[in-house]
């Protein structure tokens, strides 16, 4: 009787104990971001600044163009990157000369020479003028001469674009000028030792016209492109065009000449239009490698703050353990396993298989 109420004492005290104790399992869950819109995010942003390259390619190939006006026989050297340009169109409208351009191995020299000579009979009436201009290289000169039979009028020659602007809006700097009126001949030359685009100017600033006959004759150094070593060329007829490739990274020069008047008019300027057809995979290489660098960095970042969030999520929380609670307030500790039960140690005496018979 005292062993069955001992083991149901002590398995009534460790369930008790195990009630009081702090013994739990807590379950905890987190949405996480999906991958795959993360992965989807970054080829969005890719193929968005893909297009970006293609149409600032396509931009480019539309706008790097030149519109040059070129006195007959004039050379210029061009302004075309080879790492840029796969090839550059050469367009001449004119209907009177021809246009080419060179691919050359080396810098050319100044050894080509033109002899010409303009002459032109003139009316110019008050604050009317006309001008001739030419690109004149080292080694160049001219002479003007000038024969007036009427009236008054001032010649100016004038170095640069800009300053010519600026005469004509101020009446300002030239770098030779002389006024000459009634019946006189003048003659002025000068030899060239910088290059530039020069300005010669008949200017009428009275109010009586101007009758006179004008010379100029020049002799005008310009590249010879056989001097260069030509690696290939392209010649544009008159009101045609033709188009020239280009080495890709390549220390070639690229020579644009402007041919001879085929009627012998040298005081006609002609257009000439040069364009760069762009080198695709190097707009978009340029265009696409700093986009993915800063595509892979802001996936990183987002990667990063997103592992930042769950740790501190998670360290908010309690540990997910197991802890035992000793009962200090009872007399004897619990034990570490619970008694072993079997019924008959449970069970009261009244209780067992095959009681006692009662006889009165």
């Known amino acids: 009787m005292s062993q069955g109420n001992t083991a149901s004492e002590s398995l009534a005290n460790w369930l008790r104990g195990i009630r009081h104790s702090n013994r739990f399992v807590l379950v905890t869950w987190e949405r996480r971001p999906s991958r795959g819109s993360m992965?989807?995010?970054?080829?969005?942003?890719?193929?968005?600044?893909?297009?970006?390259?293609?149409?600032?390619?396509?931009?480019?190939?539309n706008n790097d163009k030149w519109d040059d006006w070129y006195a007959p026989g004039e050379t210029r050297t061009g302004y075309h990157s080879s790492v840029f340009c796969s090839s550059v169109t050469l367009e001449n409208p004119s209907i009177t000369s021809s246009a080419s351009?060179?691919?050359?191995?080396?810098?050319?020299?100044?050894?080509?020479?033109?002899?010409?000579?303009?002459?032109?009979?003139?009316?110019?009436?008050?604050?009317?003028?006309?001008?001739?201009?030419?690109?004149?290289?080292?080694?160049?000169?001219?002479?003007?001469?000038?024969?007036?039979?009427?009236?008054?009028?001032?010649?100016?020659?004038?170095?640069?674009?800009?300053?010519?602007?600026?005469?004509?809006?101020?009446?300002?700097y030239s770098l030779d000028s002389v006024s000459f009126s009634s019946v006189s001949n003048k003659t002025r030359s000068r030899s060239f030792t910088v290059e530039d685009e020069y300005y010669f100017v008949l200017y009428n600033p009275y109010k009586a016209d101007a009758k006179f006959q004008v010379t100029l004759a020049f002799n005008r150094t310009e590249y010879s492109a056989q001097?260069?070593?030509?690696?290939?060329?392209?010649?544009?007829?008159?009101?045609?065009?033709?188009?020239?490739?280009?080495?890709?990274?390549s220390d070639y020069t690229v020579l644009i000449e402007a041919g001879a008047p085929g009627d012998g008019d040298w005081g006609t300027n002609v257009e000439i239009d040069t364009a760069c057809n762009p080198r695709v995979w190097v707009y978009v290489m340029i265009v696409l490698l700093p986009t993915l660098g800063v595509v892979a960095l802001v996936t990183c970042?987002?990667?990063?703050?997103?592992?930042?969030?769950?740790?501190?999520?998670?360290?908010?929380?309690?540990?997910?353990?197991?802890?035992?609670?000793?009962?200090?307030?009872?007399?004897?500790?619990?034990p570490s396993n619970p008694p072993p039960y079997t019924p008959e140690e449970v069970l009261p005496p009244s209780y067992k298989p095959n009681p006692p018979v009662y006889t009165p």
Not at 314 to 325: A, H, K, N, R, W
């Open 301 to 334: 970042i987002a990667v990063a703050c997103s592992c930042i969030r769950r740790r501190r999520r998670y360290s908010s929380l309690p540990s997910v353990t197991m802890q035992e609670v000793v009962v200090e307030d009872s007399e004897t500790a619990l």
């Open 101 to 172: 351009v060179y691919l050359l191995r080396n810098e050319p020299e100044l050894t080509k020479l033109y002899n010409f000579t303009i002459t032109d009979s003139l009316v110019l009436g008050y604050m009317y003028y006309r001008y001739w201009n030419f690109y004149m290289y080292p080694g160049s000169n001219y002479t003007f001469s000038s024969y007036l039979t009427s009236g008054s009028v001032s010649y100016y020659l004038i170095k640069g674009k800009t300053n010519f602007q600026n005469w004509h809006r101020t009446d300002g």
């Open 39 to 61: 992965v989807g995010a970054v080829i969005c942003l890719t193929l968005l600044f893909l297009i970006i390259a293609i149409v600032s390619v396509r931009f480019n190939g």
């Open 227 to 249: 001097s260069g070593s030509v690696v290939t060329s392209c010649t544009a007829a008159p009101s045609s065009k033709c188009t020239m490739d280009i080495p890709y990274n």
